[in-house]
């Protein structure tokens, strides 16, 4: 009988793990790194998968729409992460948002690009 409530509390522990692992957990955030050419960064954090997916990032200038842009990159099967980024040079300040679409699901991210810098 004891063996019995072990192997039921082994199963329920089990499929409780289960359920928490397959929401998705999927983070946008942008950066500005600066190495050799000053650029914003914005990485896709998403849950592993054993098959390539296409990544479409849409990034919005509210002030100045000319300069928006959308670009789609392929996220490798197996890897966790994918970047898009533009080059400060020339880029309008003022507010921004960037928004990524993979697997049907939308992440978004909005700050404020002053003197080089990201405001949230």
């Known amino acids: 009988m004891n063996k019995l409530y072990l192997v039921s509390i082994l199963m329920l522990w089990t499929f ?3 359920l928490f692992a397959s ?8 950066t500005v790194v600066s190495e050799d050419i000053e650029k914003i960064v914005c990485k896709v954090q998403v ?5 390539d997916r ?4 849409f990034w919005h200038a509210k ?3 000319q300069d928006d842009r959308e670009r789609t990159v392929v996220l490798n099967a197996n890897h ?26 939308k992440v ?3 700050f404020v690009l002053e003197s080089n ?3 949230y």
């Open 54 to 57: 296409d990544v479409t990032f």
């Open 117 to 119: 810098t990201l405001e």
């Open 63 to 65: 002030r100045y729409p």
């Open 23 to 30: 929401e998705s957990d999927t983070e946008l955030s942008c």
């Open 108 to 110: 978004e991210v909005s």
């Open 80 to 105: 966790g992460s994918v970047y898009d980024y533009r080059f400060l040079r020339g880029r309008v300040q003022g507010e921004w948002s960037v928004m990524a679409i993979i697997d049907e699901q």
């Open 16 to 18: 409780s793990f289960s």
């Open 47 to 51: 849950d592993r998968a054993d098959y």
